[in-house]
């Protein structure tokens, strides 16, 4: 299958910030992509990774060997297009079947422009990374019948060493939606698929900081009508829609420099209307609270992390992408820890002691993981329900 692979598919070099050189074969679209190389340890669930919103200047490494067997096909989606800087695989079958598939991986790559190398060593990438922390990379895909030259392959290590560091980029405002518009669509049932929320109980305004769309899936699914804004919406815009809870997304980049959302993320707060926030909206909300955030050495991406409840003692196996965290010394009184992460301590879940307001680190929405932790949509949809009583 080796050398099959290698016949069919022009090369691609691989060059990372230190120095590293990997050469393999390019599955996707030709050209030059650099980003931040982070490295996800999911099995299953390359669509959803690929047009997670969050990955926007990353370039994705998939530990998981054989990438693009089922194929791909219309359903499986975070956002309307990929995402992610381009895709790392050791692998790629070259029969792609499912059911549900109409194209293969790298038919989808080449058309959505997503620049692909596979048949390289991902563990010893993924060790690398592993040791040294997150580094800059740019992957070359290369034309048919283009050698790999030392020119070729200078030109990636200086597009790699050029790419701009994570810390301090302000991505969320990047990806957002330009306008707002209403969300009902609810979550995908085998035999159904897709269903259409027709007798909502609360109304949701949701801030596009990247949101991935299952998260509003799940939100439908739990009786909300959503009205999905930009993230640079002043406060001001949000509360006169007189929402029954103002949800804050997941998204790619540092949270410390987004000050439009921390200040409107504030304002929200105060205001008592209920408030949740994923990942990145997690992060805001624990900044708009007075706490810090940092990057960490070593991010989370991939579908078995365990996170402990600390209030329940119970443990939940859930999904995780972030580079970020927020400094559990940094806590101000009003900010209590719920959850942490059983890998490395770090931070995963606050709640606000005055206020009903809560956030989590990790992705209670999974697509792609394990649904563990989809109690926390019930725990918002119980605040909107006693504030509503309180109306
Ligand atoms: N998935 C997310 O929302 C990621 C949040 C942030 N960009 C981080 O890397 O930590």
């Not at 693009?68 to 989606?77: H, L, R």
């Not at 200086?158 to 810390?167: G, V």
């Not at 206020?355 to 680190?361: D, E, I, N, V």
């Amino acid at each position: 299958m080796l050398l099959s692979l290698q016949g069919n598919f022009p090369s691609a070099i691989l060059a990372l910030a230190d120095g590293t050189v990997f050469i393999g074969n390019s599955i996707g679209a030709t050209g030059t992509t650099v980003g931040e190389v982070v490295f996800n340890t999911a099995i299953t669930g390359y669509q959803e990774i690929l047009t997670d919103p969050s990955y926007c200047q990353q370039i994705v490494t998939l530990t998981y060997p054989h990438i693009g067997n089922y194929g791909v096909n219309t359903e499986d989606i975070e956002a309307d297009k990929v995402h992610a800087a381009g895709l790392i695989i050791k692998d790629l079958p070259l029969l792609a079947s499912n059911f549900r598939s109409t194209e293969t991986l790298s038919q989808y790559l080449v058309r959505q422009k997503t620049v692909a190398i596979a048949n390289i060593d991902t563990r010893k990438l993924t060790r690398l990374l592993r040791s040294q922390g997150a580094q800059n990379g740019a992957i070359v895909g290369l034309a048919a019948g283009e050698a790999v030259t030392q020119a070729r392959i200078d030109a990636a290590l200086a597009a790699a060493k050029a790419a701009p560091s994570m810390k301090g980029l302000d991505l969320a405002k990047v990806v957002s939606t330009p306008a707002a518009y209403p969300w009902v669509q609810t979550e995908w049932k085998l035999g159904s698929g897709y269903g259409t929320q027709t007798a909502p109980r609360f109304h949701v305004v949701a801030y596009d900081y990247g949101v991935k769309l299952n998260i509003l899936r799940m939100l439908a699914e739990r009786g909300c009508k959503l009205t999905v804004v930009p993230a640079q919406t002043p406060a001001a815009e949000v509360l006169a829609m007189n929402p029954d809870g103002v949800f804050l997304s997941n998204g790619p980049g540092d949270p410390a420099p987004c000050d439009y959302a921390i200040t409107a993320v504030q304002q929200i707060i105060d205001s008592g209307v209920p408030t949740f926030g994923i990942c990145l909206g997690h992060q805001i909300m624990a900044l708009a609270s007075g706490a810090k955030t940092f990057k960490m050495d070593n991010s989370h991406h991939g579908a078995n992390h365990p996170v402990k409840d600390l209030d329940t003692g119970r443990v939940s196996i859930t999904s995780q992408n972030h580079g970020f965290a927020v400094e559990m010394e940094s806590l101000p009184a009003n900010l209590r820890p719920t959850h942490i992460s059983l890998f490395d301590g770090t931070l995963q879940g606050l709640v606000r002691t005055d206020k009903p307001a809560f956030c989590f680190q990790g992705h209670p929405e999974a697509s792609p993981g394990p649904h563990d932790i989809a109690y926390l949509f019930d725990r918002f949809t119980a605040l909107m329900a006693t504030a509503q009583e309180k109306k």
